[in-house]
């Protein structure tokens, strides 16, 4: 039952991906399947479970109290009846039960829930506050006494017993969903459109919350089902009607435990807990579908952690740290490199050992001291990149090929590819920190600011005392613009701009060498994304650290990297210093993108924009992955997928780009 | 703390609706059960009995207003009349001398198995994809079996084939109630089989539960963050992972109590244990409609202060409750 | 682009106002928290013309859409569609005005019933509005629709479901179910701000090109003022429930009188712009429980005077139906000398003299 309550916390996250398909999948899980099966195997008993009854149940014989035989399966009672027979009669009443008083409670969860959540006002805190009592109130004892006050009290009474206080539970958990839905932007277009408030409820939310209303169902069968055995054990139902609980009345009323009886009780109560678990199993798959990381938990797991302990090892242990030579201006023509990602690959594993590469034979450098900006639009890898470069890609996504190597400030090599756990728990923040995109999802609610600072500098300067600590987590906001005396905020307390530097202050704590930071202003308003950014420029400049900084907007980009990255379907399309890249962009993907920007200073110029719709990585097309939308693109390009070529530019540096235009084997007679 | 507040004022408005409904039941039930009752004890009641008996079922002169208001003095004055099952002691006597064995029982028994089952949930949940995942099937099992008959094969096995503990009762016959070694050891001794049938049937809930919000939980950003600064594994399953899968689990306590508390009545017939349950079944069983009213109130009301003490918990490890 | 004074609006929100009751207030006090998230606007909409209505996250502009969409009632104003004030909040009146405004919603993944197809769902939408015609030539309709938003063939779509789509195809159905009503008005709440910037200007082009050919008022809402001046013949730019700057796009882009106008585009990320001096700026948006005395903008703006605390500004006229909600564009001496500290290049008519709205 305890499972169940989590729906409520993940009801709002069925997401509006939940396809047909999806259940079927859910089916196909052999836990579920084993449920499934099990369930119709109770249903079908209950049904036609009488006819296929040897004896009559309640008839007496001489054979009383005989251990299980061919001729009665389950042995019999006090009385000679046959334990067998009463098992499949009792089938029929205990499902009747469970399945009655599910529809009864459903139904009244269903009334209450949907016209709590959509009504909303008055009428929603009348409702759930009965609903609140009804959940809280013990529902056993108040059956109890009810079922006392319906003296032999026949299936309907029970039934009725038990929806009485078995349906609150599906009423909360509806009314919530019904809210999440009522605000979400379907219902509201809906709404917009001029649709009535009954087609709206019977629509889009109701369908919806299908699954839901299944798992709340399926719950009250188990609930009622263990209810009545335990109402029937206790003599509260009528006992003379056959059900699983009334035939562990008859063994506990005659001591059937003392005389060794043990096939009177053994079969009822393992009947229950079979019903139980096979309906418990369906409602399980039921949550997996509703909820998807669930479904995602164990996949490719065991393959990820098996690719890591297969590397080799090469680097020292726990090296003494380096104190950074000062702050050098990053110059473009450096060469003082301090990371190198070659021929990296990264898989998505699929559920049935399919894979599809996220992040394809990508190979940059950063140097020190540089800005590097990796563009792309969803789907395009960055940011599948960005946590393998730190190493924080979860199962199902893998590292399949490539290498990365970092450079110590001593002039050390390291395969960040090659640490184990502990290693690369002293390279990530000591050496290379990351910032998240969502500042809101990537603080601890329950933890204060400061704690999140002061512990990654405790786990890495364990020597370091209490107060010299404290000092340096106020040093570190104070960097970042918070007011000292928000040390103690929780994240709530903060304002989105507030959040993201405090992030950034998480990622200075150790003073890395890189910090990586993957939209790290996406989420928030422009002249608070202008406030962020231009911190983090200055605290570059007064640091002396490298950047990766990952973002959709390439205007954005442009004017804070010293060299851009453009990715497209996983791959690297094109890298450029930023601004030859702005001036003179060179693969066609890339001039679309700037052309689809509009600007604010200077005249208005003409937008192109680009035909088409990012590629789906699932199914990628052939040769290069932009020829579909490219207005340059000739048959060769269906074919081949072009390398980067390496291109002169106007300033005397060079810029590479992956389109066969460059490629004067190919391109035949392309304008460039 | 206004949110507390704000708890507490609906646990009196549900005691009250505890209270109020113990008052209703009698007087909406169909049939004349007052009559049916009287006759059961074939004139062997006082006539003063009898028309507590009458009034009990709203069967009296006064008002049902005045009735009412009757009602709640004895509720607070803790007079709920005679028992009939335990005739003539009064309710309060029988409920004063069982209710510490089941306070006893079931306190501990909720909290070694929230403790037991939300660890292993963490574990379960923190070790995703391992052969852990095993358990869920299991517990499933477990936890879908019927507390009492969890309980018969528990005599069965420890009880009557191997002879380690006592068949039932709660005490050894010639142990005197008391705050004395031998009685309470011989209660501990007792206790055993009971609690380990409760905690064994309760715990694979929350370990569920926990399990599956601990995978949700370890997708969360601030977790992989946490990961990424390098922190050491214990800090980031606990406070990091933990804390906040647990959250869910401590507002669902309501239910999730209200559920063992019924269970564990159950089991405590099976083993005759001296507790409320044993009480509760032997006046269902006897129709013995006050005891019984009684027995509803002081769950209730036990059951609203173990949720009132679950809300402290839950504004303690989440401050986002601790404003208004 | 700009649009000229002949041409009636169809549609006018007239000192629109909506407070909503603030959450998290006791049950116990009678005085209720509100907030501020519309106050005293006023807007107008015309045929064949896009008006962009930019601001920031919270600053009221998605509820003033919603207002115009009649989704909410009004805390104060009135509508007025054609001139005439209307009140249609729900059932039938709701519905008549429905069809002739339409509302386009920003996230199209999250605009579409995940269970219901696309056929579906559009034809829902046309039996609504066109309830007369017979199901084969409603049918039609929806073929007819997907086609006036480039999703051809039709067949290819009607069957597929919303989580098969990618998301400039969903916001083209989604604009496929606004023509549904044939409206006069669409409001369009951050059409493309969840999409992909490659094909944000492929829906930017389509609710232009309907806007012109079928002589429509299109309200774009929009956080991206940049976007505004390609796209939106008059922008209007709300801070803190407040419209505090209005006029043709190219002025208001170009010659920005507000403060937070200004703020806004030296904020926007642009690199054509080059490296020009930035306005630094510390603060962010004020509480819209507890708005501050005065101008909204005051405890932000780096040209605040004494009246700018305690006096809300009224409308300037700057000429070229480009107006604020300035103190700066007083004319008195104190607000002239302030002015020439600011970013602000008039245009040729100089600022004339102020004017009470």
Redesign the interface.
């Known amino acids: 039952?305890?499972?169940?309550?989590?729906m409520?916390?993940?009801a709002s996250e069925a997401g509006p991906r939940a396809s047909r398909r999806a259940w079927l999948r859910a089916l196909g899980r052999p836990?579920t399947a084993t449920g499934v099966i099990i369930t119709i195997f109770f249903a079908v008993v209950a049904i036609i479970g009488p006819w296929l009854a040897p004896y009559d149940p309640s008839a007496v014989s001489d054979a009383a109290t005989a251990a299980p035989s061919a001729a009665h399966w389950l042995g019999t009672t006090q009385n000679g009846q046959d334990i067998f027979s009463q098992m499949l009669y009792g089938a029929r009443v205990s499902m009747f039960v469970g399945v009655g008083a599910a529809v009864v409670s459903t139904f009244l969860s269903v009334l209450v829930g949907l016209l709590a959540g959509y009504l909303g006002g008055a009428a929603d805190e009348l409702l759930s506050?009965v609903a609140?009592?009804f959940?809280?109130?013990?529902?056993?004892?108040?059956?109890?006494?009810?079922?006392?006050?319906?003296?032999n009290s026949g299936s309907l009474g029970i039934i009725f017993v038990i929806s009485i206080t078995g349906w609150a539970?599906g009423a909360r958990v509806l009314r919530a969903q019904t809210l999440s839905l009522r605000r979400r932007d379907f219902v509201e277009a809906a709404r917009a459109t001029g649709d009535r408030t009954s087609l709206i409820i019977l629509r889009d939310i109701l369908p919806n919350q299908i699954a839901i209303i299944a798992a709340s169902f399926l719950g009250t069968v188990?609930g009622a089902i263990?209810?009545q055995?335990?109402l029937a054990?206790?003599?509260?139902t009528d006992v003379t009607q056959w059900s699983w609980g009334t035939i562990?009345y008859w063994a506990?009323v005659s001591s059937a435990?003392?005389t060794?009886a043990?096939w009177w009780?053994?079969p009822?109560?393992l009947a229950?807990?079979?019903?139980?678990?096979g309906?418990?199993?369906v409602n399980?798959g039921i949550?997996e579908f509703i909820?998807p990381?669930?479904r995602?938990?164990?996949i490719g797991?065991?393959k990820a952690a098996r690719g890591i302990t297969k590397r080799r090892r090469a680097t020292r242990r726990r090296p003494p740290r380096v104190s950074r030579p000062a702050a050098v201006p990053f110059t473009p023509d450096s060469t003082d490199v301090i990371l190198e990602v070659q021929n990296l690959k990264v898989d998505y594993l699929g559920e049935y050992g399919s894979s599809t590469p996220a992040v394809n034979d990508v190979t940059f450098t950063l140097r020190r001291g540089e800005v590097l900006g990796i563009a792309g639009e969803s789907g395009s890898g960055k940011s599948t990149l960005a946590y393998a470069i730190?190493r924080?890609h979860?199962?199902p996504a893998t590292i399949s090929a490539g290498q990365i190597l970092y450079t110590r400030p001593d002039g050390a090599k390291v395969d960040v590819l090659g640490l184990n756990e502990q290693e690369?728990?002293?390279f990530?923040?000591?050496e290379l920190?990351?910032v998240?995109?969502?500042a809101m999802?990537?603080?601890?609610?329950?933890?204060r600011i400061g704690e999140q600072i002061a512990?990654?500098i405790k786990?890495?300067r364990p020597q370091m005392t209490e107060v010299d600590r404290a000092k340096r987590v106020i040093e570190l906001l104070q960097l970042v613009g918070i007011q000292p005396d928000r040390v103690r905020a929780?994240p709530?307390e903060l304002s989105g701009g507030m959040r993201q530097r405090a992030m950034i202050a998480?990622g200075l704590?150790l003073d890395p060498e890189i910090i990586v930071m993957d939209e790290p202003t996406t989420a928030l308003d422009v002249v608070i994304q202008r406030q962020i950014v231009e911190k983090i420029m200055e605290l570059k400049d007064k640091l002396g650290f490298s950047v990766i900084f990952i973002t959709h907007d390439l205007s954005l980009l442009i004017e804070l990297s010293d060299t851009i990255v453009v990715m497209y379907g996983g791959r690297i399309v094109e890298r450029a210093a930023a601004q030859d890249f702005y001036r003179d962009p060179r693969h066609p993907y890339s001039r679309g993108l700037l052309a689809s920007f509009p600007t604010l200073s200077g005249p208005r110029r003409e937008l192109t924009g680009i035909p088409g719709s990012p590629p789906n990585l699932r199914n990628p097309p052939p040769g290069c992955a932009f020829h579909p939308r490219c207005p340059l693109a000739f048959a060769a390009c269906s074919e081949v997928v072009p390398p980067l070529y390496q291109l002169e530019t106007a300033t005397g540096r060079t810029t590479d780009a992956a389109c066969l235009i460059y490629d004067t084997s190919v391109s035949e007679g392309t304008s460039r | 703390m206004?949110s507390l507040l704000r708890r507490a004022f609906?646990?009196l408005?549900?005691a009250w609706?505890?209270i109020s409904?113990n008052f209703l039941?009698?007087r909406i039930?169909?049939?004349d059960?007052a009559e049916?009752l009287i006759n059961q004890f074939h004139g062997r009641l006082s006539p003063s009995a009898v028309t507590a008996m009458r009034a009990l079922f709203g069967q009296s002169d006064k008002s049902l207003w005045q009735q009412y208001l009757d009602y709640w003095h004895n509720v607070f004055t803790g007079d709920f009349g005679l028992s009939y099952a335990y005739y003539p002691a009064t309710v309060s006597e029988v409920l004063r001398t069982s209710m510490w064995w089941t306070l006893v029982l079931i306190t501990l028994c909720t909290v070694i198995a929230f403790v037991l089952?939300t660890g292993l949930g963490v574990l379960a949940g923190w070790k995703?994809?391992?052969w852990l995942?095993s358990l869920?099937?299991v517990t499933?099992?477990v936890?879908?079996?019927?507390?009492?008959?969890?309980a018969?094969?528990v005599?069965?096995l420890f009880a009557?084939t191997l002879k380690w503990f006592p068949i039932s009762g709660g005490y050894s016959w010639d142990a005197t109630i008391g705050l004395n070694w031998p009685f309470i050891s011989s209660a501990l001794y007792y206790a055993v089989l009971p609690a380990f049938t409760i905690i064994a049937a309760s715990v694979g809930?929350?370990l569920?539960?926990?399990r599956?919000?601990m995978?949700?939980t370890l997708?969360?950003?601030?977790v992989?963050?946490?990961?990424?600064?390098?922190?050491?594994p214990r800090?980031v399953v606990f406070?990091?992972a933990a804390?906040?899968a647990m959250l869910?689990?401590l507002?669902?306590f309501?239910?999730?109590?209200?559920?063992v508390?019924?269970?564990s009545?159950?089991t405590e017939?099976?083993f005759n244990y001296p507790g409320i349950g044993t009480v509760?079944?032997k006046a269902?069983?006897a129709?013995d409609?006050p005891l019984?009213?009684a027995?509803?109130l002081f769950?209730?009301v036990m059951?609203?202060i173990a949720?009132l003490l679950a809300d402290v918990a839950y504004t303690f490890?989440?401050?986002?409750t601790r404003e208004? | 682009m700009t649009v000229p004074d002949s041409v009636e609006p169809v549609l006018e929100g007239v000192d629109l106002t909506k407070h909503f009751a603030a959450r998290?207030g006791?049950p116990f006090r009678r005085h209720k928290r509100v907030v501020h998230a519309v106050d005293g606007v006023s807007l107008k909409l015309y045929p064949g013309y896009i008006t962009a209505l930019v601001g920031e996250s919270g600053s009221g502009k998605s509820t003033l859409a919603r207002l115009l969409a009649q989704l909410y009632p009004v805390t104060g104003g009135e509508i007025r569609y054609r001139g005439q004030a209307v009140k249609a909040t729900r059932g039938k009146a709701f519905r008549a005005y429905a069809s002739k405004v339409q509302l386009i919603l920003q996230d199209p993944f999250g605009s579409f019933n995940p269970v219901a197809s696309i056929l579906r769902t559009l034809q829902r939408a046309v039996r609504i509005h066109h309830a007369d015609r017979s199901r084969a030539h409603q049918r039609a309709t929806v073929d007819d629709l997907l086609r006036q938003v480039s999703l051809v063939p039709p067949e290819q779509f009607t069957e597929k479901f919303p989580h098969e789509l990618s998301g400039g195809q969903l916001q083209r159905v989604s604009i496929a179910r606004a023509l549904a009503a044939s409206p006069d008005v669409f409001l369009a709440d951050e059409p493309v701000s969840s999409l992909d910037v490659s094909i944000r200007l492929g829906i930017l082009n389509l609710l232009k090109k309907l806007t012109e050919e079928r002589d429509v008022a299109l309200l774009y809402v929009t956080h991206d003022i940049a976007s505004a001046r390609y796209f939106a013949a008059e922008t209007a730019v709300m801070y803190a429930g407040e419209l505090i700057e209005q006029g043709p796009s190219e002025e208001v882009t170009q010659h920005a009188a507000h403060p937070y106008t200004q703020l806004l585009i030296a904020s926007a990320p642009d690199p054509s712009r080059g490296e020009s001096a930035r306005v630094k700026d510390i603060g962010q948006p004020p509480s819209l429980i507890n708005p501050p005395a005065g101008c909204r903008f005051h405890p932000r703006c780096p040209y605040a005077m004494q009246r700018c605390q305690t006096e809300a500004p009224p409308r300037f006229d700057l000429g070229d139906s480009h107006t604020t909600r300035c103190w700066l564009y007083a004319d008195d001496e104190e607000a002239e000398t302030r002015r020439s500290q600011t970013s602000f290049t008039p245009q040729p008519p100089e600022p004339q003299t102020k004017e009470q709205s």
């Open positions: 039952m305890v499972a169940a309550i989590n409520e916390a993940q836990l506050l609140n009592v959940l809280v109130l013990p529902a056993l004892p108040l059956t109890i006494i009810l079922a006392a006050y319906l003296p539970w188990t263990l209810t055995a335990g054990f206790l003599g509260l562990l506990q435990l003392l060794g043990w009780f053994v009822a109560g229950i807990a079979l019903l139980g678990t309906l418990s199993l399980f949550d909820n990381r669930l995602q938990a164990g797991t065991r730190t924080l979860k199962p690369l728990r002293d990530r923040w000591e920190s990351i998240f995109q969502s999802n990537a603080l601890n609610p329950v933890l512990d990654a786990a890495h929780y709530h998480i704590a | 206004k609906f646990y408005v549900t609706a505890a409904l039941i009698p039930m169909p049939g059960p049916h089952g995703r994809g391992t995942d869920v099937p499933t099992f936890s879908s079996i019927p507390y009492f008959w969890f018969i094969i005599v069965l009557m809930g929350w569920i539960g926990m599956n919000m995978v949700t997708s969360e950003d601030y992989r963050l946490a990961e990424a600064k390098g922190l050491p800090r406070t990091y804390r906040n869910p689990s507002s669902g309501a239910m999730s109590l209200g559920f508390v019924g269970g009545i159950v017939v099976v509760l079944f269902a069983q129709a409609y019984m009213s027995i509803f769950i209730t059951v609203l949720n490890l989440d401050p986002r208004a | 998290g006791s």
